[in-house]
């Protein structure tokens, strides 16, 4: 799913780092009362459950986490070839 903060296209279906601090951030499939999305740190230095917008201003700007080839996506590419 992907929501929009700001002007900035964020996927939630993916890990999330914060290059503020190197925090990570996972999507709870929640929301806030106003809609917000909740986020909760996957590291091992916290738990925490904020909304989206306090990540952001807080731990600095997100960006995914790399996704690692699969075996079956290297065989797709290699069939359509």
């Known amino acids: 799913m992907l929501t929009d903060l700001d002007g900035t296209q964020i996927d939630l279906d993916r890990a999330q780092t914060a290059l503020g601090d190197d925090s990570r951030w ?9 809609g917000e999305p909740l986020m909760q ?14 990540v952001y201003r807080d731990h600095g700007p997100l ?3 790399s996704v690692r080839t699969t075996a079956a996506l290297y065989r797709q590419v290699l069939e359509a070839a």
């Open 63 to 65: 960006t995914p986490d």
């Open 26 to 34: 996972l999507w709870t499939c929640e929301h806030t009362d106003a």
């Open 41 to 54: 740190r996957i590291d091992r230095l916290g738990e925490a459950v904020l909304p989206l917008s306090v």
